[in-house]
Nanobody
Framework: QVQLVESGGGLLQAGGSLRLSCAAS????????MGWFRQGPGKEREFVAA????????FYSNSLKGRFTISRDNAKNTLYLQMNKLRPEDTAVYYC????????????????????WGQGTQVTVSS
């Protein structure tokens, strides 16, 4: 079992930055690929970014690459998402996810590849 708890969300103006954290518990954190998804108002949950357990490989949604950076600290069992130059359309609930063992990069975009989800943290960007 892996338990995930996100934090760091909030309300900010367009152009600002925010760093989300996801604290994980459970013995498998360091061996799972991890990811971030988001769900905006009236929208489906969509892929944001993923990172392999070594932290050496990262994968991003094409529309977000360059503004968002995913990282992890296995010693602290924590996943991060640094978000810069935020826009009103980034408003969403952001979820961290632990992927199923053996998930490859082809599966990172798929919600069905996640074995565990956090409860989500709200990010609201005003214009």
């Amino acid at each position: 079992q892996v338990q995930l708890v996100e934090s760091g969300g909030g309300l900010l103006q367009a152009g600002g930055s925010l760093r989300l954290s996801c604290a994980a518990s459970g013995r498998t954190f360091s061996t799972n690929a991890m990811g971030w998804f988001r769900q905006g108002p009236g929208k489906e949950r969509e892929f944001v970014a993923a990172i392999r357990w070594t932290g050496s490989y990262t994968f991003y949604s094409n529309s977000l690459k360059g503004r968002f950076t995913i990282s992890r600290d296995n010693a602290k069992n924590t996943l991060y998402l640094q978000m810069n130059k935020l826009r009103p359309e980034d408003t969403a609930v952001y979820y961290c996810a632990a992927y199923r063992s053996g998930t490859t990069s082809d599966g990172y975009r798929q919600r069905s590849s996640a074995a565990y989800w956090g409860q989500g943290t709200q990010v609201t960007v005003s214009s």
